[in-house]
């Protein structure tokens, strides 16, 4: 994936910002990823014995916002 530099990445409510810098460049792919694989498990989340997928989904969103973070550093 390339980004040009002060790309800003949007999916739902999670947004990044690519300032130019490779490493960042690798944490935004791994946020693109974590987003979609959170996208796949909610949607197999049905009204009862699903709580191992919301469980995975909370741990998910969490790593989503430490990266974002490191991103914006």
Known sequence: MFLQKNYFLTHGRHYVTYNGNESNLNTVDKIIVLVEEIA?????????????LRTAVSVLEKRVVELRDRVHD
Do not use: A, C, E, Q
């Not at 796949?40 to 191992?52: A, F, M, N, P």
């Open 40 to 52: 796949v498990l909610k949607s197999r989340y049905t009204d009862h014995d699903t709580g191992h």
